[in-house]
Structure formats: structure tokens, C-alpha cells
């Protein structure tokens, strides 16, 4: 994956309306109309958060007669969690070297 296209995933994610756009798509394909019944938006509004995930490769839309339905293209998704999985360990060995401090730290309370 390219930088760019990680960062237009991340900026993607960034917005709550479209996480939750995303959510909805991970339980099966649906309609404009379907995505925006939640939210307190014009159809305008949610169109738009619908072009940024598609630009993002996170969606796509196909066309079955008068339907448009929108579609959760996981794999941006994936290439996020490779990303972010690199920085795990970095994350859990400081936790373990924080582990081991406060575990030295309670060891010599027992023994004051």
C-alpha cells in the first residue's frame, strides 16, 4: 500500500460517520437511502462521506436496475491493520517493561 493511499484510508476513518457507515456495510451491502436513515444529515451530507470511502477504496457501489447498492471493500481495512501491527510490539514491550517496574516497585513495599 501506498503512503498516500494509508493516508486517504486514515483520513477516511478519521470521521465518525463514515466509521459507522463502514459498520453498517460489514453487516451486508445497502442503500444510500439505507446508510443515511440513521443520521441526523441531508442525503447530500451522507453521499459525500460516501465518495471520500469510495476514494479510499473502502466502499463501492454497483448499479442492479434502479438500485445503487454500497458494498465494504475490506482490504484498505487490512492494509491499516498490517500497518498498525507493526507498532504493536512497540506498544506491549513497553507495557511489559512497565509491568516488570511496577512489579519491582511492589516488591520492595513487601519488603519495607
Known amino acids: 500500500m501506498t503512503t498516500d493511499q494509508l493516508s486517504a484510508t486514515f483520513a477516511a476513518l478519521a470521521d465518525p460517520t463514515r466509521r459507522a457507515i463502514l459498520a453498517r456495510l460489514a453487516t451486508g451491502e445497502a442503500s444510500v437511502n439505507e446508510l443515511a436513515e440513521p443520521f441526523p444529515v441531508s442525503l447530500q451530507a451522507v453521499s459525500k462521506h460516501l465518495k471520500v470511502l469510495e476514494r479510499a477504496g473502502l466502499i463501492s ?3 442492479t436496475a434502479q438500485w445503487r447498492p454500497c458494498r465494504l471493500e475490506a482490504a484498505p481495512l487490512g492494509d491499516v491493520s498490517e500497518w498498525v ?3 504493536r510490539r512497540f506498544w506491549e514491550g513497553g507495557f511489559d517493561r512497565m509491568e516488570e ?5 511492589r516488591k520492595g513495599e513487601r519488603n519495607d
Open 61 to 63: 457501489r454497483s448499479r
Open 85 to 87: 501491527e507493526r507498532y
Open 101 to 105: 517496574h511496577l512489579a519491582e516497585l
